[in-house]
């Protein structure tokens, strides 16, 4: 093999080489921006459902941004949000870096609003999974007011309800004696359940003894429609709207039906009562029963 055929082989094998890297490097690149763009699609779909617990797979453990670290991001992109939805119009991917522009529709004062937004940053971690690491210019500017208002609405709706409630107790207080009088807030109606020896109105006599019925215990549990929840400083209260019309907010520890229910918890969705149902012993058991909210159609 002469010299000049050996320098056209060594040629061609390199021009092959060159080939070969660059088809694996383009490759490489359209399957990172496929990745970034589900990962980004299954972020959107979290956001509108509130599930914290993978929308906080979806953050990046580097995130600090906007007055806020992993945890407080998570809680914050952990709210439900119907209606959300986002698509993305560009990607620029430089090593393991990405920066999106999208379209983002959301409803804002009960209005769906739609908005661009550019310059979100996502980082290709360790695990090589896509993940949010920096905000868009917009929300870094427009997020920590919304925080700081949502946080005094809270604030105000917590002693808004501490206010009503000890007002509640006052007029009880001033305006009835229990003693030797009958419960006001007892049913007239004798309503008795398969298998009880009591009724409903001699149960919620007999339940708690001496204790001053509060004003929700006159109607039945499942009466109430729960209608929403409100989390204001990390606790859940709900909102329920009674037979006579009115709404009503409900918290924990408060009493509500006509078996001496007490809510022993509320959670984003539900809230718990321990009722008190009477056997043939005379005794009571105590059931968990559940109101609950209506999935959205």
Same mark, same amino acid.
């Given at each position: 093999? @002469?010299? @000049?055929?050996? !320098?056209? !082989?060594? &040629?061609?094998?390199? #021009?092959?080489?060159?080939?070969? &890297?660059?088809? *694996?490097?383009?490759?490489?690149?359209?399957?990172?921006?496929?990745?970034?763009? +589900?990962?980004?699609?299954?972020?959107?779909?979290?956001?509108?459902? $509130?599930?914290?617990?993978?929308?906080?797979?979806?953050?990046?453990?580097?995130? @600090?941004?906007?007055?806020?670290?992993?945890?407080?991001?998570?809680?914050? *992109?952990?709210?439900?949000?119907?209606?959300?939805?986002? +698509?993305?119009?560009?990607?620029? !991917?430089?090593?393991?870096?990405?920066? !999106?522009?999208?379209?983002?529709?959301?409803?804002?004062?009960?209005?769906?609003?739609?908005?661009?937004?550019?310059?979100?940053?996502?980082?290709?971690?360790? %695990?090589?999974?896509?993940?949010?690491?920096?905000?868009?210019?917009? %929300?870094?500017?427009?997020?920590?007011?919304?925080?700081?208002?949502?946080? =005094?609405?809270?604030?105000?709706?917590?002693? %808004?309800?501490?206010?009503?409630?000890?007002?509640?107790?006052?007029?009880?207080?001033?305006?009835?004696?229990?003693?030797?009088?009958?419960?006001?807030?007892?049913?007239?109606?004798?309503?008795? #359940?398969?298998?009880? &020896?009591?009724?409903?109105? %001699?149960?919620?006599?007999?339940?708690?003894? $001496?204790?001053?019925?509060? *004003?929700?215990?006159?109607?039945?549990? *499942?009466? /109430?429609?729960?209608?929403?929840?409100?989390? &204001?400083?990390?606790?859940?209260?709900?909102?329920? +709207?009674?037979?006579? $019309?009115?709404?009503?907010?409900?918290?924990?520890?408060?009493?509500?039906?006509?078996?001496?229910?007490?809510?022993? =918890?509320?959670?984003?969705?539900?809230?718990?009562?321990?009722?008190?149902?009477?056997?043939?012993?005379?005794? /009571?058991?105590?059931?968990?029963? +559940?109101?609950?909210?209506?999935?959205?159609?």
């Amino acid at each position: 093999m @002469n010299k @000049n055929k050996k !320098i056209m !082989i060594g &040629a061609g094998a390199a #021009a092959v080489l060159v080939a070969a &890297a660059l088809f *694996f490097v383009l490759a490489g690149s359209g399957n990172d921006e496929q990745a970034l763009r +589900e990962a980004f699609k299954q972020f959107s779909a979290d956001l509108a459902a $509130g599930n914290k617990a993978d929308v906080g797979n979806l953050i990046s453990r580097k995130f @600090n941004d906007a007055g806020m670290d992993y945890n407080l991001a998570v809680d914050e *992109f952990g709210i439900k949000r119907p209606g959300y939805m986002a +698509e993305i119009s560009s990607v620029k !991917i430089k090593d393991a870096l990405a920066e !999106i522009g999208y379209t983002r529709k959301q409803v804002v004062d009960k209005k769906m609003v739609t908005s661009q937004l550019t310059g979100e940053t996502w980082v290709k971690d360790d %695990d090589r999974k896509w993940r949010l690491v920096k905000l868009s210019g917009n %929300d870094r500017t427009q997020l920590p007011k919304l925080r700081q208002e949502r946080k =005094a609405a809270e604030e105000k709706l917590a002693a %808004d309800l501490l206010a009503a409630e000890e007002k509640e107790s006052n007029l009880r207080k001033a305006s009835y004696s229990y003693a030797n009088k009958r419960d006001p807030f007892e049913s007239l109606i004798v309503e008795t #359940a398969p298998g009880e &020896a009591a009724s409903t109105a %001699d149960a919620s006599r007999m339940c708690d003894p $001496g204790r001053p019925r509060q *004003f929700l215990e006159g109607f039945d549990l *499942f009466a /109430f429609k729960l209608v929403g929840m409100v989390n &204001a400083n990390k606790t859940y209260y709900a909102l329920v +709207e009674a037979p006579n $019309g009115n709404g009503y907010t409900l918290k924990t520890g408060m009493y509500v039906g006509r078996r001496c229910g007490k809510i022993t =918890a509320i959670t984003a969705a539900r809230v718990v009562v321990a009722e008190k149902y009477p056997n043939v012993r005379g005794e /009571f058991s105590v059931k968990d029963m +559940e109101l609950k909210l209506k999935e959205e159609e």
